[in-house]
């Protein structure tokens, strides 16, 4: 049965955040608000769980592209290969904000995801999922909650996600409405930048 939890991002519980990292490092998952849609996240040093994300989502783990999510930019040397001032300020420009960026990756990647040579980063212009990747001590891997229902690509109320992933997660992080719309996706990997998937925001290259 997952837990529906309330959290202000104007003021969140440091309660509530060191209940949700305690679940996280046990292996859990959870679902939490962003500054797009919401998303289903797990720690990323939880083999155990990435293993259960990639089977919800119907992918193999080592073929997966998720995304993950930092609190800033100084969790990127954990994961990222060396990038020029260039990238590095684009970076700067642009978060926190709802954009995915593709980086090279380093050996540092955990190891089912030691043969990608990418990794998308994210660092959303919201306070509640940096701050339970600052409570949990490291990022968060995550992917988009997508909806089977055409009409609705993506849920936004937290109640009704409760209810529909009642059986799949932990947690269910209750931030507000979510929005509908999904982050932009940005290639950095080659000489320019490269558009994936136009998503919200104005990207500032």
């Known amino acids: ?3 529906l939890l309330k959290l202000y991002e104007e003021n969140p519980s440091e309660k509530v955040l060191l209940k949700i990292a305690r679940v996280l490092k046990n292996g859990g998952l959870i679902i ?15 083999n155990n769980a990435l293993s259960k994300i990639a089977k919800i989502r119907g992918v193999k ?9 930092c609190e800033d930019l100084s969790n990127l040397s954990e994961y990222v290969a060396q990038i020029d001032s260039n990238t590095f300020k684009l970076l700067k420009r642009n978060l926190p904000g709802p954009y995915t960026f593709i980086l ?9 995801f030691k ?16 701050e339970i990747v600052r409570y949990l001590g490291n990022p968060i891997v995550s992917t988009s909650i997508k909806d089977e229902d055409d ?3 993506y849920t936004t109320d937290p109640e009704l996600i409760a209810e529909k992933w009642d059986k799949l997660v932990d ?35």
Do not use: H, W
Not at 32 to 46: A, E, F, H, Q, S
Not at 104 to 112: A, M
């Open 1 to 3: 049965m997952a837990e």
């Open 32 to 46: 939490y608000p962003t500054d797009t849609v919401y998303g289903l996240g797990c720690d990323i040093k939880n």
């Open 61 to 69: 783990l080592e073929k997966a592209n998720f995304s993950f999510i």
């Open 104 to 112: 090279p990756g380093n050996n540092n990647l955990p190891s089912v």
């Open 115 to 130: 043969k990608k040579k990418t990794v998308g980063i994210r660092v959303p212009d919201n306070v509640i999922p940096r």
């Open 151 to 153: 009409l609705l690509e």
């Open 171 to 205: 947690l269910v992080i209750d931030g507000g409405f979510g929005g509908n719309v999904a982050s932009t996706v940005i290639d950095l990997t080659a000489p320019q930048p490269t558009l994936i998937r136009e998503g919200k925001g104005n990207i500032e290259i």
